[in-house]
């Protein structure tokens, strides 16, 4: 694939904790290009934070590779993974804990670039600033107030995309990058990534949010309990979703005039059904459910991992 930046390939990561083994990743296919745009969505605990961190070869796989710049990063030691990270921005889905305790906002944008070394502290210092008011800060009495003391949730998170941004990253990874601003200030931040993304940069962001990844998103993936479902380009999936569970993400999703249901019917939860993640779920569960569908191509552009899904249901 032309300009390919990341590659996951049967990503699995699992776990332990007092509640036993966590699988978080259940063989996970993503891939992220030069100039594209992909939105990793699902409910809270689907996988989104880890697999970006996997990406990064934060977290131990229990199977499959990551390929990030033509590298895996299972070959990588510890000075390459590092060279590799530093081609990319992170933006943690927690903007609080990311920057350390004593930093102001201008020298908490600009650290990245003075820990790389990249120019000297006053170009460190330019960069950052330049960074925060493009990203709205333009208050230069707020560049000198500490991030964790005195800014809100929202200005937070648009210094730690500008921390992100530093050092011109060829691909972002951005968990939940808008999640803390205001409506307006949502596609304003959207608006400067997708500015990066037509200069060439890659784009992986993790939202909860359907309608915001489809506003932005070249692609979407949609998860659930840690596998994915189904992908592809977001007014289709939006318009046309193939699976239930991205059927009930859709019906789920606000709207004007619109009555709001639970996303599930719950009379057909039924938890020993095992094979399908979202079997125990699924209104249109049948017996082959009990073993679970791998993702398949159902046109060019789409997959999904259902049993009950054929290509003329790309027809409706
Ligand atoms: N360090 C960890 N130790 C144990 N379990 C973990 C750890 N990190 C994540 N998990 C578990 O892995 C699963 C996926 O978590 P993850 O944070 O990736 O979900 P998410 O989709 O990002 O959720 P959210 O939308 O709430 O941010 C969850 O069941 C979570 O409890
Ligand atoms: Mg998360």
Redesign the pocket.
Known sequence: MRGLLLSAKGVSVS???SRGS?E?LKEVDMNVSAGGCVAVV??????????LRACLGLVPLSAGSVTLFDRDLSECGDKELIALRRRCGYVP?DPFGCVPPTLNALDAAAEPLRITGKGNREQALLKAGELLAELGLDDQDLWKERVRLSLSGGQRQRVSIARALSLDPELLLA??PASMQDAANRGEVMEILRRRTRKGMGLLM?T?DLPFAAAFADRVVV?YK?TVVETGPPDQVVENPLHPYSLALIAAMPGIGKEIRPPRPVEVKDRSFGGCPFAPMCPARTDRCRQAPSLTSASPSRSVACWNVGKESLER
């Open positions: 776990f332990l904790s966590t978080a699902g409910e809270s605990g689907s996988g989104k934070t880890t697999l889905q968990d939940e993790a909860h998860m840690g």
